[in-house]
Structure formats: C-alpha cells, structure tokens
C-alpha cells in the first residue's frame, strides 16, 4: 500500500532554513507528480509547491516562490523541500502528497488531485 513519511520539522528563526524529506512506497514513485501541502492554524490546506514524476518541472505557490525549493531523488523514492529566509508566516504542519493521474510528465497544482498524504511534519518558525 502508499507509505508517504515525512521528516525533518522543527523550529527554525526568523531567516533560518530547514529541509524537509519524504520516503515513499508502495506505488511507482517516478511516474506520479508529488507535492508538499500545509495547513497553517485556522487555514485551510494549501498546494507549495509540486514536481512532476521525472522531476522536470516545478511549481510553487507564490507565498514561498524564491524562497523553497521542492526535489525529488527517484532512484531512492525521496522528495524533499528545501525551505530558505523562512518567516513566522510558514509556521505549518507540512505533508508530502502523491498525485491521482498516473503520467511522469503531469502536475497541475489542484488540492483535489492528491490523494495520498503522509502523517505530517511540523515547522515551527519563531524568535
């Protein structure tokens, strides 16, 4: 069945970096778009940023376009996300996601097309 564990949350300052990683299994890791999605306190989720199975293209949120950095490492089903000059405004419970439509080269940026969710990392950003 789909495994999707996220790690490497936690509290960072105003300005810090953190990255985030995400293991995956159970599907075809390389032939689906992933996304890291969050769910800041009284928001609802939110698509960050997206990367299409073979990795060749990108899409972010404007929020943290310049900022994150999403990747991913087929061959040892990773994904990561590489959060740069973070700000309170991040403060999140951050999930990595596996698309629905089953083509490496297709991402489109919809909540609705992920259906599978890790557990959650937190990133806490605080003075």
């Known amino acids: 069945q789909v495994q999707l564990v996220e790690s490497g949350g936690g509290l960072a300052q105003p300005g810090g970096s953190l990255t985030l990683s995400c293991a995956a299994s159970?599907?075809?890791?390389?032939?689906?778009?992933m996304s890291w999605i969050r769910q800041r306190q009284g928001k609802e989720r939110e698509v960050v940023a997206e990367i299409t199975g073979t990795g060749g293209l990108t899409n972010y949120a404007d929020s943290v376009k310049g900022r994150f950095t999403i990747s991913r490492d087929n061959a040892k089903n990773a994904l990561y996300l590489r959060m740069n000059s973070l700000k309170p405004e991040d403060t999140a419970l951050y999930y990595c996601a596996k698309n629905r439509r089953f083509d490496k080269d297709y991402f489109s940026f919809r909540l609705d097309e992920y259906h599978y969710w890790g557990q959650g990392t937190q990133v806490t950003v605080s003075s």
């Open positions: 159970g599907f075809m890791f390389s032939s689906y778009a």
